[in-house]
C-alpha cells in the first residue's frame, strides 16, 4: 500500500508570514514605547504628560488603531480582493510612523495626526491579510488552525525584536530614532508583500472549493442567524479579553517601572519582550500538538481551545494579585508599598502568553471559518473592533482606577471579569461548535 505524504501548508502562508513579521515589528516598536515617550519629561525628549493622561492616550491610541479594520475590511469586500487595502495599509502606517520621527512640538497635533495615520492604515491591513491568510485553506481543512499558529508566530517574532531595538535606539539616541525604525520595519513587510505577490496568489482556494462554500446563502446549511450569533459571543469575551492583555503599554509598563526591582540598564518596555518570546517558542509546540491531536481525532475544539485560554489568562491575573500583596499593595514610588521580584512579572508574561496562543490565533480562526459568504472582511473587521474596545478600556481602566485602588484589587477585577466570560463560553460552547460544522 503506498505510504500517504502528510499535507503541507501552502506556500504562500511563509510570504504573509513575513510580511505580517515586520509589520508587526513597526507596531509594537511603536506601541511599546508610547506611554513612556508621552510621560517623559521634555527635557528628556518627550511629551511631559502626566501618567494618567498617557495611558489614557495609549487606551485611545489602540482603540482607534483596532477600530478602522471593520471599516478596512468593508473596503475590501467592496472591491472582492484584499491585494490594494493591504498595500494603501501599509505605506499609511510607514507614514504615520515618520510623523512620529519628527521632532516634538509644543502641542499635540502631530501625536493625534499620526494616531489617525496610523489607524487608518492599520485598519486596512490587519484585517485583511489575516483574511488572506484564511483564504490559503479550504474551510475544513484540518491545518487551518495549525496555520494560524504559525502566522501568529511571524507577528510574535516582530514583536520579539521591537522593545529591544526601540529601548536600544531611545537610549542612546533619542525617541525619534525609535520611531523611525519603526517606519524602516514597515517599509520592509511592503516590500515582502509585494515581491511575493504570485506566491501568496497563487495559493488562494478558488471560492468553489467545498459544497460549503458553493451553498448559496438561503442555502447555508448551519444559518445566517446561528453564525451571526456565535460571532456576537466571541466579540463579547474577546473585548474582555483584551481588556486585560493591552494592560502590557498601560497598568503593567508602570508596574514594570514603578514596583520592579531591576537593574537601570532594564528598561521597563523590555519586559515586553516576554509574550512574544514565549509565543514564538510555543505558537510552533502548539501547532504541531493540534496536527497531531487531528491526526488521531482527539483536538479540541475551536472553541474549547479559546475556553482554555480564558482560563489561563483568569491565572495571569491571579499571579498579580498575589505580586501586589507580596509589594504591600502599593509601589516603593508613590510611598505606598516596596519594590517587588521582577519574576512575579515574568511570570504574569509567560502565563498570558499562553493564554494568547490558545485565545488570539484560534479567534481568527474561527472568524475566517464562521464567517457568511461575501462578509469575511466585514467579519474580520468586527474581531478587530473587539480589540479597539478592549485596547480603550485597558487605557480606560489605568488612567481611572490604578492610583485609585490597591493593586490587588484592581487586578482582581480584571480576575472576575474572566472568570465571569469563561463561566458563559462554557456555558455556550455548543452554539459556537454548532456554527463552525
Not at 22 to 28: A, K
Not at 290 to 302: F, I, K, N, V, Y
Not at 375 to 401: A, C, K, N, P, T
Request: glycine share 12%.
Amino acid at each position: 500500500m503506498p505510504s500517504q505524504t502528510a499535507p503541507k501548508h501552502p506556500r504562500g502562508l511563509y510570504a504573509l508570514f513575513f510580511t505580517e513579521m515586520w509589520e508587526r515589528f513597526g507596531f509594537y516598536t511603536m506601541s511599546g514605547i508610547f506611554t513612556l515617550y508621552a510621560s517623559a519629561s521634555r527635557g528628556n525628549g518627550g511629551l511631559g504628560l502626566p501618567e494618567r493622561r498617557a495611558t489614557y492616550l495609549y487606551g485611545i491610541f489602540g482603540g482607534a488603531a483596532y477600530f478602522a479594520p471593520m471599516f478596512g475590511g468593508a473596503v475590501a469586500d467592496g472591491l472582492r480582493g484584499e491585494r490594494w487595502p493591504i498595500t494603501l495599509g501599509g505605506l499609511l502606517l510607514g507614514l504615520g510612523y515618520l510623523v512620529l520621527a519628527l521632532p516634538p512640538g509644543q502641542g499635540l497635533w502631530m501625536l493625534y495626526l499620526a494616531i489617525a495615520t496610523i489607524a487608518a492604515g492599520n485598519g486596512l491591513f490587519k484585517p485583511n491579510i489575516s483574511t488572506l491568510v484564511g483564504k490559503l485553506y479550504p474551510s475544513d481543512s484540518p491545518l487551518r488552525d495549525a496555520g494560524f499558529n504559525l502566522f501568529y508566530t511571524g507577528i510574535n517574532l516582530g514583536a520579539v525584536a521591537a522593545p529591544l531595538v526601540a529601548s536600544l535606539l531611545r537610549t542612546m539616541w533619542s525617541w525619534q530614532a525609535a520611531f523611525g525604525a519603526a517606519s524602516a520595519g514597515m517599509g520592509l513587510s511592503f516590500l515582502i508583500f509585494w515581491l511575493s505577490r504570485r506566491t501568496y496568489a497563487s495559493a488562494l482556494v478558488p471560492a468553489t472549493r467545498t459544497a460549503g462554500e458553493m451553498a448559496s446563502d438561503a442555502d447555508d446549511p448551519v444559518g445566517f442567524g446561528r453564525r451571526v450569533t456565535a460571532l456576537a459571543i466571541l466579540y463579547l469575551v474577546s473585548i474582555i479579553f483584551w481588556s486585560l492583555f493591552f494592560q502590557n503599554g498601560a497598568a503593567l509598563t508602570l508596574w514594570a517601572k514603578n514596583c520592579t526591582s531591576r537593574p537601570d540598564w532594564l528598561k521597563p518596555e523590555i519586559f515586553l519582550v516576554v509574550n512574544p518570546a514565549c509565543i514564538v517558542l510555543l505558537s510552533s509546540a502548539a501547532a504541531w500538538l493540534w496536527r497531531w491531536l487531528g491526526q488521531r481525532d482527539r483536538e479540541p475544539s475551536t472553541p474549547n481551545k479559546i475556553l482554555l485560554g480564558l482560563v489561563a489568562a483568569m491565572v495571569a491575573c491571579l499571579v498579580m494579585v498575589a505580586a501586589s500583596l507580596a509589594g504591600g499593595d502599593g509601589c516603593a514610588a508613590d510611598g505606598k508599598g516596596t519594590l517587588v521580584s521582577m519574576g512575579w512579572l515574568v511570570l504574569m508574561y509567560v502565563t498570558i502568553s499562553l493564554a494568547e496562543i490558545l485565545f488570539s490565533p484560534m479567534g481568527l480562526s474561527y472568524c475566517t471559518r464562521v464567517a457568511p459568504r461575501r462578509l469575511g472582511g466585514l467579519v474580520m473587521g468586527l474581531w478587530f473592533v473587539s480589540l479597539s474596545v478592549g485596547h480603550y478600556l485597558s487605557g480606560l481602566m489605568s488612567s481611572r482606577l490604578w492610583d485609585v485602588l490597591p493593586h490587588s484589587t484592581y487586578f482582581g477585577i480584571l480576575a472576575g471579569c474572566m472568570l465571569g466570560v469563561s463561566v458563559l463560553l462554557f456555558l455556550v460552547r455548543g452554539t459556537l461548535e454548532a456554527a463552525a460544522s
